[in-house]
């Protein structure tokens, strides 16, 4: 029989909600996290693993804020998203890794720092649209405009760092993921939505100052390595409609035709499940068998259809 393929796409605040957790913390938050994987790994299944970082990075932010004055070099975004994939992926790896031993399972994992090809004239880069990092005060705008920075009101609760958030094309170590995933190697990839890069005139490749959804990354990783399955974990167990509202639905099965109905109908938040979603009929587009929504303690009986939100072509 041959193996199953997923993705499994971990939110970051699995590994640190608040951004104010220290790191034996976030060690302990990854050990539970990774505690609901197990069915999936002992039924067999194949699998590629993808994180957030917003909470991690916009920390990271802060250590560079407060050495910028003494004169240690600012670390570029796209390195503090490659900085974040790598220290986030060891504690995922090491903590997996663990488990399976405890349980006597013989499969590797390996974390791979991933680079995301975007497209350089893409609208965001232009026009950044995604607040990072922490609030500052309005007589602090001007300095950091001078850095080059995208500074805006952020609704009205401060003024913030706006930075890209370029819709992702394609994965550049989509064969060596797809290879190692095949030969049943547990892959950490696409971590906080990969590193962001374009594909200049001469095929090389550079770095963007810029953010990937985790999503929308890992539906693309996922079409990528010919996975049938994108499972999103997040802090609910279903979709629903009308959330929050006294008529809340909440949802077992969506077909690729409703989720773009709803969608449209502005059912799902932008800033919560809205890029689940769009993610969601991505990958269905992308020629996916399945999309599963549901809750990180939820996974393994999503996968067999006793949880969850389902959608399909």
Known sequence: MPHKTAVIALGGNAIGATGKEDIHQQ?????????????????????????????????????????????????????????????????????????????QIDRQVVTLVTQVVVDKDDPSILNPSKPIG?????????????????VKDDSGRGFRRFVPSPIPKSIVNKKAVKQLVKQGTIVIAGGGGGVPVYVQADGSYEGVDAVIDKDRASAVLARDIEAETLMILTAVEKVSLNYKKPDQKDLDTLTLAEAKKHLAQGQFAAGSMGPKVEAAIQFLEFGGKQVIITSLEKAAQALKGQAGTRLTA
Do not use: C
């Open 27 to 103: 060690f302990a938050n990854t050990r539970q996290a990774v505690a609901g994987f197990l069915e999936l790994i002992r039924e067999g299944y194949n699998l590629a693993i993808t994180h957030g970082n917003g909470p991690q990075v916009g920390n990271a932010l802060l250590r560079v804020e407060r050495t910028f004055p003494d004169g240690i070099p600012a670390l570029p975004l796209g390195v503090i998203v490659a900085d974040t994939e790598g220290g986030m992926g060891y504690m995922i790896e090491q903590s997996l890794q663990n488990m399976l031993t405890a349980h």
């Open 134 to 150: 922490p609030y500052y005060k309005e007589e602090e705008v001007e300095a950091l405009k001078k850095r080059g920075w995208v």
